[in-house]
């Protein structure tokens, strides 16, 4: 017993402290944009729902009744006023209101009284729906997201309809008397039918993947970190956002800490992406051993004037061209630690552990060990987004190097630390010139990103953005 409590009790910080490390945040502008958005598409749709056939019976008194069937019912004509929606934090969810929907049908309708069957066509007025549906929102054990229908009420001002053909003229005066019993049944079809898109949709939320492979070697986990939390004017949804190395799935040894997106209200949605997702992603390649390099004479340009010749390095290792001349050399580059990012106000760092070993490669292939170096760089940029496009710059770097061991007797590493700063500006410039051109925003199917902003923060970035639905795409 007492045991398995204490097992459980170890267990209660990592299952319920994890923090999201990317938060996904939708204001009150957002849901009016999608909800107009949607409205549209909701028109175009209706117009291809199909009714479900309508029966009833007239009583006739003394003469008995005549059953009646309203069937093959399409909806011709409707206009649907804007809908409202609202974050509704009672149930943590939305409520949807429409008010004053009036729709045109028509249809046939089939008759039997006694032995004397009739038919013909309809048209049909249903005025002054009233709508009013509650979801609340959830996250199920796997951590998708869910949606539950907690209350459905719908209303039908009135109904008309004009009977043509068969004996409508005989029915046509009696359609005062069972307009009330249409009018019921076309209120019962309706919340069922909206609760029955309600599910559709949570079954379509409940197949979603929590968790996306970017590459061969790292996988991405988005499952929900806790509840959705709204209030009156966003909806956030935490997210784990943690990347693993696919082939071992192991969290690194550092956790997310909790961060705070500050409200955007003049934006759709904001996400913050905590430098621990970033972090993840960088433990997942080291610890998966992806992070060496082995450089050889033949990876150098040609046209650079230094090689890895042995014969070469006497202006900064005086001795090795003596102990070995003429030799190739290769070097061996690792991390030595998780290279780690951090996010400060405007800026992004990144601090770089390396280790390098030479070696120089004798005539018979085997490579004989010659010093090995640590060398630490930091990095410091900014990043932002111009023209739909995320672009940086690299402003400075700090570049030691200090010999831990060498085979070849001690030597200075200031002229190969100052050769490497030389080589590291060259480098930095080419790739900000990659940067300021910068790449390409992920642009969605049916929407696009527009007004984007990006501000690093204390452990997080946050990217704020108002989205525009593409023209002819909808949501299909
Ligand atoms: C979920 O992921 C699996 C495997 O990565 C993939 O085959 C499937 O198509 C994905 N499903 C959806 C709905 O994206
Ligand atoms: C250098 O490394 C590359 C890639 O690992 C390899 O293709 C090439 O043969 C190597 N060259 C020498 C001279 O070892
Ligand atoms: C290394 O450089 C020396 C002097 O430049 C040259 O004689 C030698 O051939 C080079 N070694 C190799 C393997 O290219
Ligand atoms: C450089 O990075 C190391 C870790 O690699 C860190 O300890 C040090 O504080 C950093 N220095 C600066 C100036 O950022
Ligand atoms: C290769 O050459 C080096 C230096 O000449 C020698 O020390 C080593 O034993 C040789 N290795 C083999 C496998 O012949
Ligand atoms: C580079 O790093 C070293 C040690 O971390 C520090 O003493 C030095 O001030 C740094 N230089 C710059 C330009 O940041």
């Not at 939305?94 to 046939?108: D, M, R, Y």
């Not at 979801?135 to 054990?141: E, F, I, S």
């Not at 939320?205 to 986990?221: G, R």
């Not at 014969?311 to 003596?322: C, D, E, R, T, Y």
Request: contains cysteine; proline residues 6%; charged residues 15%.
């Amino acid at each position: 017993m007492l045991p398995s409590m204490i097992t459980v009790l170890m267990l209660i910080p990592f299952t319920c402290g994890q923090n999201p490390a990317i938060q996904v945040i939708l204001t009150n502008k957002g849901l009016q944009y999608g909800k107009h958005a949607g409205a549209g598409w909701i028109q175009d749709k209706l117009e291809l729902v199909t009714f479900p056939d309508i029966s009833g019976e007239i009583g006739l008194s003394i003469l008995g009744s005549i059953y009646y069937t309203l069937t093959g019912i399409t909806i011709t004509k409707c206009d649907l006023p804007e809908p409202s929606v609202e974050f509704y934090q009672d149930v943590t969810g939305f409520k949807t209101s429409i008010s004053g929907l009036s729709v045109a049908l028509s249809g046939n309708w089939l008759t039997n009284f006694g032995i004397i069957h009739d038919g013909g066509s309809f048209d049909m007025a249903i005025f002054n729906v009233d709508l009013t549906s509650v979801v609340t929102l959830g996250k199920d054990p796997d951590g998708h997201l869910s949606v539950t229908s907690v209350s459905c009420d719908a209303q039908v001002g009135d109904v008309d309809v004009q009977f043509h053909g068969g004996a409508s003229w005989m029915f046509q005066p009696l359609v005062k008397h069972f307009k009330g019993h249409i009018r019921g049944e076309i209120e019962d079809k309706i919340c069922p039918c909206v609760e029955e898109y309600i599910v559709i949709l949570e079954d379509y939320l409940q197949v979603m993947n929590v968790s996306f492979d970017v590459d061969q070697d790292l996988t991405l986990d988005l499952p929900l970190t806790g509840l959705p939390v709204i209030d009156a004017s966003n909806l956030n949804l935490g997210f784990k956002g943690e990347f693993y190395f696919i082939k071992t799935h192991t969290d690194p040894p550092f956790e997310s800490k909790p961060f705070t997106v500050p409200e955007q209200p003049g934006h759709m949605l904001s996400v913050g992406l905590s430098e621990f997702t970033l972090n993840s992603a960088s433990y997942g390649y080291y610890s998966a051993g992806l992070l060496q390099l082995l450089i050889n004479d033949s990876m150098i340009p040609p046209g650079c004037p230094l090689h890895l010749n042995t014969s070469a390095m006497g202006p900064f290792i005086p001795q090795l061209p003596k102990i070995f001349p003429g030799l190739l050399m290769n070097l061996q580059a690792y991390a030595r630690e998780v290279p780690m990012f951090s996010f400060q106000p405007g800026a992004v760092k990144l601090d770089l552990q390396c280790a390098v070993k030479a070696f120089a490669i004798q005539p018979n292939g085997t490579q004989t060990p010659l010093f090995k170096l640590n060398v630490d760089l930091n990095f410091s940029g900014k990043a932002w987004i111009a023209d739909g496009r995320l672009k940086g710059n690299i402003l400075k770097n700090n570049l030691t190097m200090t010999l831990v061991s060498s085979e070849v007797g001690t030597f200075s590493t200031d002229p190969l630390e100052n050769l490497a700063k030389m080589g590291s500006r060259v480098i930095l410039a080419k790739l900000n010139e990659k940067l300021a051109v910068g790449v390409i925003l992920p642009r969605m199917r049916q929407a696009q990103l527009v007004n984007t902003v990006l501000e690093v923060d204390e452990g997080f970035i946050a990217i704020s953005s108002d989205a525009e639905v593409l023209p002819d795409r909808g949501f299909d």
